[in-house]
């Protein structure tokens, strides 16, 4: 039994359309978009991109105008996590799984130095990505449009 429109229009309104879906019918088309393209690899470039701040995931690169920042592995991975729902504010224990990849405990400290040495980070060279504090909850990244001096 093959997808309905209707299965496929729930899968678009479900991934918002952030996902590529390939639609087959049946083995037998599978087998014949093999046969002339080749083995295909679904490789996803993990970039996010909030006004001029640019972070590659990939390539563990943030840029700010274009300008890369000499981040830390833990800035970029804190500042990614953040810039990825821009706006969104994340709780310790959220930041503590994602970032750091380990349970909460309760112990707020690792993300607050890390915090703080992201902003101490951001602050000469991208003075529009701001790490804001939600007192008691976490902290969430805000982007503004700030004029860039000329070289």
Do not use: C
């Not at 393209?37 to 993990?46: D, E, L, N, S, T």
């Not at 833990?74 to 810039?83: C, M």
């Not at 503004?144 to 001096?149: Q, T």
């Amino acid at each position: 039994m093959g997808t309905s429109a209707e299965q496929l229009a729930a899968v678009a309104a479900a991934t918002a359309g952030g996902v590529p879906v390939i639609y087959l019918p049946d083995d037998a088309a599978l087998r014949a978009v093999v046969e002339v393209a080749g083995p295909v690899a679904m490789i996803a470039h993990r970039v996010v991109e909030v006004g001029k701040l640019r972070l590659d995931a990939d390539l563990r690169e943030a840029t700010w105008h274009g300008d890369v920042l000499a981040l830390s592995s833990r800035d970029f991975d804190l500042l990614y996590a953040l810039a990825g729902d821009p706006g969104r504010v994340w709780a310790f224990n959220e930041l503590t799984t994602h970032v750091w990849g380990r349970p909460y405990v309760g112990d707020t400290q690792a993300v607050v130095s890390a915090v703080k040495r992201l902003r101490r980070s951001l602050r000469d060279v991208a003075p529009g990505v701001q790490v804001e504090s939600v007192r008691g909850v976490g902290y969430r990244v805000t982007v503004a449009e700030v004029p860039v001096p000329s070289h």
